[in-house]
């Protein structure tokens, strides 16, 4: 396991706290106070500045929770579009430095390092500071960068020491490395593996790199096995610079109770929206199809009504108003449901339909206008003047700690 050389490495670039930094690179009054940007019903904490962070505030975290916390930090509507062109900056940086990058997502690409210390006459972390530094002054916000022989071993990197950190993993230095890491923290390993892979005393992603192949195949399959080489130094995963499209995108839950309260089950809808917008709009998709589902108590079949719009979008609002029109369909009062989802197919990208970077007003002005006043509002008059009306029956805290579900997360 000890590699000497490294003539080819890859580089993983991490936007420190994305979407509150971009925030603040445009309001710097921001800097002195903890900035939290909100989903888009301002139910939940999507992001949020490190300050933020210290003060106990996670990604998910109910804004009600968050401002208990935190009090005096200012909570943001958020602004994809305007997150899009800063996502843009940092990526036209990355590839004046290499012709080899990866959009990963709106926060985090991959470089091949490839004959770059030749071509910069610089060491790797002299290119990866130079970036930082670049990315800084231009764009104004900062990056973590890792450095390693394989994408997974960078991307462990550039996340053990942020924010605004370079990590360089030379292949003999990588047995320390990974002796420091719980094998939770290797990119792709849940919380449910990494309690199997604890049963096997695999508690460091050192005691991962180090188990027989045969075990983690047995383990983990055959991902288990990629991840293995890659620890290892073995590059097993390419760059992938022609972005492929999933056949679809979902977002479904069971709701924690079994109901009939067509309010409850509408807000429960647009939750999902909330984050199936989210995730479009991070990944830059458009979709033409969503469909929306109904889960029944008694038989735990599903009813779903399929809606398909005029053209691509990724916008919450023209979602969200799909979602009441599916539930006059699919919806019958005294029948008891006990979950919900919706599925997004037919995805094309944003860029490849339109200039403008995620469509999010491009087809739905009006709406969009929408989300803008929301926003001003809030900022005249407080926030949470204005909030999004379909959000309204989960602000009962009793069953807004049911929500807990997995969050995206933007550090
Ligand atoms: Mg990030």
Redesign the pocket.
């Known amino acids: 396991m000890l590699l000497h050389n490294w003539p080819s490495a890859f580089a993983h670039v991490?936007?420190?706290?994305?979407y509150a930094s971009c925030e603040r690179a445009r309001r710097p009054e921001l800097r002195a106070v903890p900035v939290c940007v909100l989903s888009n019903q301002s139910a939940f904490v999507i992001a949020k500045t490190y300050d933020a962070k210290k003060l106990g505030i996670t990604t998910g975290m109910s804004v009600r929770d968050a401002k208990k916390l935190a009090p005096r930090a200012v909570y943001l509507t958020p602004d994809f579009a305007y997150y899009g062109q800063m996502s843009d900056q940092v990526f036209s940086v990355m590839r004046r430095y290499s012709p080899e990058v990866e959009v990963y997502?709106i926060?985090?690409g991959f470089m091949s390092m490839h004959g770059l210390r030749t071509l910069w006459r610089k060491s790797y972390a002299g290119i990866a500071d130079e970036l930082r530094a670049a990315v800084r002054s231009e764009v104004g916000i900062t990056i973590?960068v890792g450095i390693a022989v394989t994408r997974t071993l960078a991307k462990m990197a550039s996340e053990s020491r942020?924010p605004d950190g370079t990590t360089i993993v030379p292949g003999k230095a990588i047995e320390a490395f990974l002796a420091e890491i719980p094998a939770g923290d290797i990119p792709g390993i849940g919380g449910k593996r990494c309690a199997l892979l604890g049963q096997f005393k695999i508690h460091t992603a050192l005691d991962f790199a180090s188990a027989p192949q045969f075990r983690i195949k047995r383990l983990m399959g055959k991902l288990g096995v990629d991840l293995w080489h890659e620890l290892r130094g073995v590059s097993v995963f390419p760059l992938e610079l022609e972005p492929k499209l999933p056949k679809s995108v979902a977002r479904t839950a069971a709701m924690g109770e079994h109901t009939s309260d067509r309010t409850l089950i509408g807000a429960h809808l647009a939750r999902h929206v909330s984050r199936l917008a989210i995730e479009l709009v991070t990944k830059r998709y458009l979709t033409r199809r969503v469909l929306y589902t109904l889960r029944l108590s008694k038989t735990f079949d599903t009813e779903g009504t399929e809606v398909r719009f005029r053209f691509p979008t990724s916008n919450y609002f023209v979602m969200v108003e799909a979602a009441r029109q599916a539930l006059d369909v699919l919806y019958r009062p005294g029948v008891s449901y006990w979950g919900c989802g919706v599925v997004a197919s037919d995805i094309s990208f944003a860029v490849s339909i339109t200039p403008d970077l995620f469509g999010l007003m491009q087809y739905d002005d009006q709406r969009g206008r929408l989300m803008l006043t929301v926003d001003e509002i809030n900022r005249k008059y407080g926030k949470g003047t204005a909030i999004m009306l379909s959000s309204v029956p989960l602000k009962n805290p009793r069953r807004a700690s049911r929500f807990r579900y997995p969050m995206l997360?933007?550090?």
């Open positions: 991490d936007c420190d706290a994305f997502s926060d985090e973590s942020k997360e933007v550090d």
